[in-house]
């Protein structure tokens, strides 16, 4: 059998796009060679599509700038024979560009890449991808939705609150007095659309809150205000499937900084991640019937990473986020907690991409012309 095309997407409008990058060269280390045959495609911070002459040398530097232009063909009678064309003459790509694309593998966070866009791109192209479809991504990218679903599905969830960018520019000090009036210090801010803590503050009093709020909506029109839980566990568990998803084995990380941070996340290399979490059996087991459903309260597919507080002593159980496309780097927990549950990097990348054309298949089925049946 020859080797199945894989396009990898990476970069993006984003402020993670730096983050996307890094996701991306540890998927490209770990991909079976043997299997796939791969083409890295970048997003600008422009939007632009390029293919670089030499992508991996593009995701070691950090962005994406040079390379050739090019455009997704969006004809979805040619199924699973993706094209991308060149803007303008590709060179030594020609060869490369003209040979289709059996799947895309998005490696993409935050807006314009885990949020559905793309997706929806793919998706009228007819194109297989992996990871969650339009809706669960759209909803899983947003976190006052987000939590209305988890809300909806009986699972629990911190008090919080959500406010418009363009109540915060006409009236700051309501805004605030309306947060202190709800919540006791602290509390976290954050943008309803990003992850990998971009613009996440934990705020103490109303200096750090004016400071925080503004901080946050500087990267969305949403500005999200979540009580903070004082003396918890930080556990994540990641989920892998379509109909039938699993949970991995539960992971705990200890922050090098007051809480997991951008810093702390991908700079500072200090974090500490304990699996198994250092809890007891029982609750690690509730944390991977609550991370299942969570996926399924959005209707994922593919993967997902679900956050969660645990109180100590009393080892109370809170969802706080779940991530549609996680983060892929070497330090990364999602592709940590199938390691430690006995799926190698490359053996869940394979995965990935099975359960992806699995999808794809199945969206096959759907009739799109109708015939009423005779009464």
């Not at 202190?180 to 613009?199: I, M, R, T």
Request: a negative charge.
């Amino acid at each position: 059998m020859r080797k199945l095309r894989v396009g990898i997407l990476f970069g993006g409008r984003s402020g993670e796009h730096e983050v996307s990058l890094m996701s991306a060269l540890s998927v490209v280390n770990a991909i079976d060679r043997e299997k796939f045959d791969i083409t890295l495609i970048g997003i600008t911070k422009e939007g632009r599509w390029v293919v670089a002459e030499d992508p991996v040398r593009a995701l070691a530097s950090g962005t994406v700038e040079e390379g050739v232009p090019v455009l997704l063909s969006h004809d979805p009678s040619r199924s699973q024979e993706v094209q991308l064309i060149p803007v303008e003459p590709a060179g030594y790509l020609s060869r490369q560009l003209s040979q289709p694309l059996d799947v895309v593998f998005p490696v993409l966070h935050g807006p314009y890449g885990e949020d559905g866009t793309v997706q929806g791109l793919l998706d009228l192209a007819g194109i297989p991808y992996v990871g969650a479809g339009v809706m669960a991504s759209a909803v899983g990218m947003d976190k006052e939705f987000m939590k209305i679903a988890f809300a909806h599905r009986g699972l629990p969830i911190v008090r919080y609150a959500v406010f418009p960018r363009s109540r915060w520019d006409r009236e700051p000090e309501a805004v605030m007095e309306e947060v202190e009036s709800s919540f006791d210090y602290p509390v976290f801010v954050k943008p309803a659309n990003l992850g990998s803590s971009v613009g996440i503050s934990k705020v103490r009093n109303r200096e750090e809150l004016r400071a925080g709020l503004q901080e946050a909506a500087a990267y969305d029109r949403k500005v999200l205000v979540e009580e903070g839980l004082e003396d918890i566990h930080e556990v994540e568990c990641s989920v892998l499937g379509n109909e039938e998803p699993e949970a991995s084995e539960v992971g705990e990380i200890v922050p090098c900084n007051e809480f997991y941070d951008y810093r702390a996340k991908y700079i500072d290399d200090r974090s500490e991640l304990i699996i198994p979490a250092r809890l007891p059996e029982g609750v690690r087991n509730e944390v991977k019937e609550l991370a299942l459903e969570a996926f399924r309260a959005i209707d994922c597919a593919g993967m997902a990473r679900v956050d969660f507080f645990v109180t100590r002593g009393d080892h109370e159980i809170y969802v706080n986020e779940i991530n549609t496309i996680p983060g892929f780097t070497r330090i990364s927990m999602y592709p940590k907690l199938w390691e430690a549950s006995g799926l190698s990097y490359s053996d869940l990348i394979t995965r990935l991409i099975e359960l992806a054309l699995e999808r794809h298949r199945d969206r096959l089925r759907s009739r799109i012309s109708y015939t009423p049946r005779d009464s």
